[in-house]
């Protein structure tokens, strides 16, 4: 089946940016508090190059849809995290 609403190409951006987050938490010494706006700004820019190289079944027909899904979808790997530690108590 086709994937109509692009799941694939957002869940890979969702992921490169929670490693992002991730690297970004073990290199820098800054406060945590900014690891969302990192997240974010890689998310906008994946979805600008998913969108230049045509991404397969990528859910956006312009950029600036583009850099609205993938800030949305960088910060959901925020938002995974956050599930991640509350679920471990």
């Known amino acids: 089946m086709t994937d109509i609403l692009g799941i694939a190409s957002v869940a890979a951006i969702t992921v490169i940016c929670y ?3 991730m690297l970004w938490k073990t290199v820098n010494k800054l406060d945590d508090k900014f ?3 990192v997240v974010g700004i890689t998310g906008g820019i994946l979805g600008v190059v998913a969108k230049h190289i045509n991404m397969p079944d990528f859910p956006a027909v312009d950029y600036i849809t583009a850099v ?6 960088g910060l959901a790997a ?3 995290n956050q ?3 509350q679920l471990k108590g």
């Not at 609205?68 to 979808?73: C, E, H, Q, R, T």
């Open 78 to 80: 925020t938002g995974i």
């Open 19 to 21: 490693l992002v987050g």
């Open 35 to 37: 690891i969302p706006v």
């Open 83 to 85: 599930i991640g530690k």
């Open 68 to 73: 609205a899904v993938g800030i949305v979808s």
